[in-house]
């Protein structure tokens, strides 16, 4: 199917934390997407200026409704207006669904680990949420690496709302809550290997986040003699 651009109406923002948001649109004729897909969000200044950024689906499909994560750049050029100041009913262009290798199909992969590192849990919420509508489909595992609490993407969803089948577990790289039993600090080799040993040595593997992020974890599964095969990534950054 060839990839045109589409009318977006935004119909909701709803916020995440301090610089990031959710954003649905509506776009009549969507083709319909799988979780782990991505879109390219067009926008056309009076003058005639484009900008073209890309973005995360963040829930399965939903008829002509797509949700966005969008995280607000300092000094960016486009996701401060579209975090904060694009206006409900407006209308953008978006093209897609983009990206054929990082997406998850519920059932016949036996037990998966999501790896996300800030903003990069977007797709994999896509993942979870999939998972949450397909019962008995195969164990997800989630390890989100966040800087502090408030930071949290989806709390409630992730972390108050358990599921059958859903393990998550949420790794503080600056500052973890009181009560928490893992120190704060950037991902480690061990905070792999208890997920990394349920899943076999070519049990799927979907990492998301920033570049450097993205390759360190790439970088401590290989190292514990994962199929590198195994293990798709998408980064940004």
């Given at each position: 199917?060839?990839?045109?651009?589409?009318?977006?109406?935004?119909?909701?923002?709803?916020?995440?934390?301090?610089?990031?948001?959710?954003?649905?649109?509506?776009?009549?004729?969507?083709?319909?997407?799988l979780?782990?897909?991505?879109?390219?969000?067009?926008?056309?200044?009076?003058?005639?200026?484009?900008?073209?950024?890309?973005?995360?689906?963040?829930?399965?499909?939903?008829?002509?409704?797509?949700?966005?994560?969008?995280?607000?750049?300092?000094?960016?050029?486009?996701?401060?207006?579209?975090?904060?100041?694009?206006?409900?009913?407006?209308?953008?262009?978006?093209?897609?669904?983009?990206?054929?290798?990082?997406?998850?199909?519920?059932?016949?992969?036996?037990?998966?680990l999501?790896?996300?590192?800030?903003?990069?849990?977007?797709?994999?919420?896509?993942?979870?949420?999939?998972?949450?509508?397909?019962?008995?489909?195969?164990?997800?595992?989630?390890?989100?690496?966040?800087?502090?609490?408030?930071?949290?993407?989806?709390?409630?969803?992730?972390?108050?709302?358990?599921?059958?089948?859903?393990?998550?577990?949420?790794?503080y790289?600056?500052?973890?809550?009181?009560?928490?039993?893992?120190p704060?600090?950037?991902?480690?080799?061990?905070?792999?290997?208890?997920?990394?040993?349920?899943?076999?040595?070519?049990?799927?593997?979907?990492?998301?986040?920033?570049?450097?992020?993205?390759?360190?974890?790439?970088d401590?599964?290989?190292?514990?003699?994962?199929?590198?095969?195994?293990?798709?990534?998408?980064?940004?950054g």
């Open positions: 199917m060839a990839l045109v651009w589409r009318p977006a109406r935004l119909v909701e923002r709803r916020p995440q934390n301090a610089t990031a948001r959710t954003l649905v649109f509506e776009v009549p004729g969507w083709p319909g997407h979780p782990g897909q991505h879109v390219d969000v067009r926008l056309t200044a009076d003058d005639g200026y484009q900008a073209v950024r890309s973005y995360s689906l963040a829930a399965p499909a939903d008829g002509a409704r797509l949700e966005l994560g969008v995280r607000a750049v300092p000094d960016g050029e486009v996701s401060p207006y579209l975090a904060d100041d694009l206006p409900l009913d407006a209308r953008v262009e978006v093209r897609g669904p983009l990206g054929n290798w990082f997406v998850w199909r519920p059932g016949g992969s036996g037990p998966v999501l790896v996300g590192g800030g903003s990069g849990v977007v797709p994999l919420a896509a993942m979870v949420r999939a998972h949450r509508r397909a019962p008995g489909a195969d164990t997800l595992r989630l390890l989100y690496s966040v800087r502090a609490a408030a930071d949290v993407w989806y709390r409630e969803e992730l972390l108050s709302a358990p599921a059958p089948g859903l393990d998550v577990r949420l790794l790289t600056r500052a973890a809550p009181p009560g928490t039993s893992r704060a600090g950037r991902v480690m080799a061990d905070d792999l290997a208890r997920a990394v040993s349920g899943l076999g040595p070519g049990g799927p593997v979907y990492v998301c986040g920033p570049t450097g992020f993205v390759e360190t974890v790439g401590l599964l290989t190292g514990l003699d994962h199929d590198p095969a195994a293990v798709r990534t998408e980064r940004f």
